[in-house]
């Protein structure tokens, strides 16, 4: 994990909630860049993955980086956790929040 992370409002789970129902979905994008930058991922590959696969590498990036956010905070995944994929973003990042803002 990076060690240089630095907050912004938008790190609210119920914020990013809204920011991505309102825009369409395109803020998961800026969300994903900033992610994968904290888990020493390329961003631009990522993005440029999700398009090509038409979404698939976004479902493969949410189950692993659900995967790695839990492992951050000393929890390992349960097989169920493939129930709440819908929700992942918000998940991903309240583990997040977890780790860095204690």
Known sequence: M????KPIPEDNTFI???LI?????LYYLWWLSRVSRL????P???????FATLGLWALYLNIR???KSEEINGR???WYIIFF?????LIIQNNINEHYLK
């Open 2 to 5: 990076n060690a240089q992370y």
């Open 16 to 18: 990013l909630m809204l």
């Open 21 to 25: 129902i309102f825009s369409g979905g």
């Open 39 to 42: 888990f020493n991922d390329n």
């Open 44 to 50: 631009v590959t990522n993005i440029l993955l999700v």
């Open 65 to 67: 980086y659900l995967q």
């Open 76 to 78: 390992s995944i349960q």
């Open 85 to 89: 994929l819908p929700f992942a973003v």
